[in-house]
């Protein structure tokens, strides 16, 4: 077995500590500039371990810093657990907490605990926390005495193996499972314990575990906590309660029902979690797993990851580490994501992540047209969508009952159509979050080049109503696995459509990670020569936040910000045409176009990224 260090940025390996033979191998533990390992050896005919020890290593160098040997019964157990000159593992012949000096290597105490594999003490600055077929022990750090225990286990309940706590706001929370006797299965108990009156506070009952290991109706993995919520897997779902009162707060459900795994990663606005299972009823399924990222707030689905694994997050880079079997050769895969990575010193501003346009879809001329752009080098991956039914559930009325979608190139050439979103890619769409309330609505997934696209949205057999044009940038909505120094864009979005008395357009775009300097225009795209379509006399354009509020308001452009428009290159044609330049927050916008004092004809909103 081996200790590799590898660099963050390419992957390349730094140095590597061979750590020799052994039964297991716990996971690393960095501490102070130092990791940590835990090997346990069998070395005799009897299979007893001996010779198990605690590698320190230099994080920097990969040199031996100490090597200290302790005893143990238990096959599997996970990092040590380390704080300052101390060093915590599972230890012991016959089960037991042990405490070890980093300086020396000496062991200052072995408490008794029953055997058990698979664990390693928490530590919250007071004491260290252990449980273990259903009893909760406190031990004191530095001398070993318990200083409390708590049997959980209710009537009639046997609960075994090990359950690791992890600790929040003075409370412990552990899933604690395996009630061996003759029904149908046994209880999987997610538990909230109080440190202070050492009392449980909260359990969610009344699930099950079938002997083997397979989670029905129960939880799994070790969960999380923000310390206002916890986290635990259930199946195919992560399940989050009131750290306080137990009373369930959301559910973030992975589509396709894989087998999570392993333990809920927590940010200030999302939940990530990991399947390292094939799924094959996903076409695009990836044979190694997926990790999914949801919305924290929303619990809603932002972006999936085609890999899966044990995960865990450091300055910016989210790393996923595949175990063996989840890799067609054999061997274990370390993959790396930017994660909400800092602003690219591309020219162009940040991302916008999102962009849409509601309007008015009549027949002819008067469909709806969307023209986006892709700026820099890179292929974008995309989920462009044409909504109509959905909007009655917001209150729209008047909505296209059965929109059809088309898109196409900069030259004109049709390169993807859909209508109805469920056929033929319809596992596809649900597996990257994309799927429409209605089964009439339409949706394209693409990779795209850099350059210029247009989405067409019509109504089938010619019908007419109010529609939705919207372009997802999939490849970043939360994470993204491209160098941000030379991340391609979306740029910008412009929609063509009638205007008719009392009809508005409104163009709708998410603002990424960084504050975003934008253009937006309300312009009348036509020369009203006779062979065009009539545009729109006098428009006007108003800048909403994502609470509905009002930024900025423009009628005749140059009338305000005459001179920052004009430097911008693309200042209207027409007096009487409407535009606005700002600086906008991370947030959610809309740009609302209507025709002044009634006017009516054919009208284009656009929404540019500046640099």
């Known amino acids: 077995m081996l200790a590799l260090a590898l660099d963050a940025a390419t992957g390349n390996e730094i140095w590597r500590y061979p750590l020799g033979s052994a039964l297991s191998l716990s996971g690393a533990t960095i501490s102070d500039g130092k990791i940590f390992f835990s090997s346990c050896r069998i070395l005799d005919d009897k299979r007893t371990p001996a010779g198990s020890f605690i590698f320190v290593l230099d994080s920097l160098s990969g040199k031996l810093v100490r090597q200290i040997p302790f005893e143990t019964q238990a096959g599997t157990i996970r990092g040590p657990t380390v704080s300052g000159d101390s060093i915590w593992i599972p230890a012991g012949y016959f089960g037991g907490l042990g405490g070890f000096s980093l300086a020396d290597g000496s062991q200052h105490f072995v408490t008794p605990l029953e055997m058990a594999d698979d664990w390693t003490p928490t530590y919250d600055g007071k004491a260290l926390y252990a449980c273990i077929n259903g009893v909760f022990t406190a031990v004191d750090p530095t001398t070993g005495t318990r200083l409390w225990t708590l049997d959980f286990r209710r009537p009639m309940e046997i609960l075994v193996f090990a359950a690791q706590p992890i600790v929040a706001n003075n409370k412990a929370f552990l899933i604690s499972f395996g009630r061996l006797d003759q029904d149908s299965g046994g209880s999987v108990l997610l538990t909230a314990i109080d440190l202070t009156t050492h009392k449980v506070l909260w359990r969610q009952p009344d699930a099950y575990y079938y002997p083997g290991g397979v989670p029905v109706h129960g939880y799994s993995g070790i969960p999380a906590s923000d310390g206002d919520a916890v986290y635990a897997i259930s199946g195919s779902a992560v399940y989050s309660f009131d750290a306080t009162t137990g009373q369930p707060r959301g559910v973030y459900q992975a589509d396709g029902n894989p087998l999570l795994s392993g333990q809920p990663l927590i940010t200030n606005d999302l939940v990530i979690v990991s399947s390292t299972q094939p799924n094959s009823s996903l076409p695009v399924g990836p044979i190694n797993g997926i990790t999914f990222i949801f919305d924290k707030a929303t619990c809603r689905l932002k972006t999936t990851l085609a890999f899966g694994g044990t995960l865990s997050l450091a300055d910016g880079v989210l790393y996923v580490a595949g175990p063996p079997k989840a890799v067609t050769n054999g061997g274990a895969t370390l993959k790396t994501y930017n994660f909400a990575p800092g602003p690219p010193p591309t020219a162009g501003g940040p991302p916008i992540e999102n962009?849409?346009?509601?309007?008015?879809?009549?027949?002819?001329?008067?469909?709806?047209?969307?023209?986006?752009?892709?700026?820099?080098?890179?292929?974008?991956?995309?989920?462009?969508?044409?909504?109509?039914?959905?909007?009655?559930?917001?209150?729209?009325?008047?909505?296209?009952?059965?929109?059809?979608?088309?898109?196409?190139?900069?030259?004109?050439?049709?390169?993807?159509?859909?209508?109805?979103?469920?056929?033929?890619?319809?596992?596809?769409?649900?597996?990257?979050?994309?799927?429409?309330?209605?089964?009439?609505?339409?949706?394209?997934?693409?990779?795209?080049?850099?350059?210029?696209?247009?989405?067409?949205?019509?109504?089938?057999?010619?019908?007419?109503?109010?529609?939705?044009?919207?372009?997802?940038?999939?490849?970043?909505?939360?994470?993204?696995?491209?160098?941000?120094?030379?991340?391609?864009?979306?740029a910008n979005i412009s929609t063509r459509g009638y205007l008719a008395t009392d009809d508005t357009m409104i163009a709708g775009f998410i603002i990424g990670y960084q504050n975003a300097r934008v253009l937006v225009r309300g312009v009348n795209p036509f020369s009203n020569t006779p062979t065009e379509l009539a545009g729109i006399a006098d428009p006007s354009l108003e800048l909403h936040d994502g609470n509905g509020s009002a930024v900025v308001f423009n009628d005749n452009w140059a009338d305000t910000q005459r001179a920052e428009i004009e430097a911008t290159g693309a200042a209207p044609s027409r007096p009487s045409d409407s535009a606005i330049v700002t600086t906008l927050t991370p947030g959610s916008y809309t740009a609302i176009m209507r025709g002044v004092n009634g006017s009516t004809g054919g009208a284009l909103v656009e929404v540019y990224n500046l640099p």
């Open 355 to 490: 962009i849409s346009t509601r309007l008015q879809v009549g027949t002819g001329d008067n469909v709806g047209i969307a023209g986006f752009i892709i700026t820099g080098t890179q292929s974008k991956f995309l989920g462009i969508r044409a909504i109509g039914p959905s909007m009655q559930s917001a209150g729209v009325s008047g909505v296209l009952s059965n929109p059809t979608l088309e898109l196409h190139s900069s030259t004109g050439q049709l390169l993807a159509t859909n209508d109805d979103w469920a056929s033929p890619r319809g596992l596809d769409i649900k597996f990257y979050g994309m799927a429409p309330a209605s089964p009439n609505e339409s949706v394209i997934l693409a990779f795209l080049s850099p350059g210029a696209y247009t989405a067409i949205i019509r109504g089938v057999d010619n019908a007419t109503g109010v529609g939705l044009i919207e372009v997802y940038d999939l490849t970043r909505l939360g994470v993204s696995d491209v160098n941000p120094a030379t991340e391609s864009k979306l």
